[in-house]
């Protein structure tokens, strides 16, 4: 996944299509059927996972026992989700503190395509757990691996996948210049109190769903055309 060829950069891509399958299709595939349970690991879940469901989220610990880069990746993350929400997303080393732990996933949660993996807050077993592969971290550019972060977070704060390419929510991909759209917006609205700033105003129209959010983000290469 080092090299820089042709097929590699297919995997890639197919890897993140994977995400979008494990978190996503299931999703509607799977939406007549019950219970839906989110997937188990032996990692002892922070005593707090259950903050993620509080309206006002106010201290959020996250451990992240993921190695750098995605450590990064995730710590970017924590300033995003702090600009958006009333929250305080920090980094947090003591599992009786944390709601959030990211963890390095095994193939018996990653699929060798996947590059992360979040459980998510209304299936069974929610644990406020995301694994990340370290495998795929040097095949993704930080850009890519902050925006999986943001994505990943997302789940966890209730958000489904978005249809909007531009949206950070996105099934297939994000490099880290999507943003949260309307929908997300208001979706998270539902589920949690935002920054003043943040709130929808209810424009733009529907047809142009960008809501920026307080936060400078990197641009970066996305493009739907290469899957
Ligand atoms: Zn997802």
Sequence with gaps: MASGTVSSGKRFF???LAVG???GSEVAARAQEKPRVNWASADAPCAKYDDLRNPVLGDIGVKIDAADPWADGFRRALHFWNAVLAANFHEETNLN??????VNGGSDILSKAMVA?????EWDNFR????????TARALSSGEMYGTAVHEFGHLLGLKHNA??????YFLNVNGSEVLDREDILDLSAR???RAAVVPTGFPPANATLIAVPITMPLGSFSPAEW
Excluded: D, E, Y
Excluded at 117 to 121: E, V, Y
Excluded at 164 to 169: D, I
């Design 14 to 16: 197919i890897g993140f």
């Design 117 to 121: 993996r979040s459980q998510l807050t």
């Design 97 to 102: 503190a944390c709601a959030v732990r990211v």
């Design 128 to 135: 406020g757990k995301i694994a990340v592969n370290p495998g």
């Design 164 to 169: 909007s390419s531009r949206s950070v929510m």
């Design 21 to 23: 399958l494990g978190c």
């Design 192 to 194: 949690h109190k935002l």
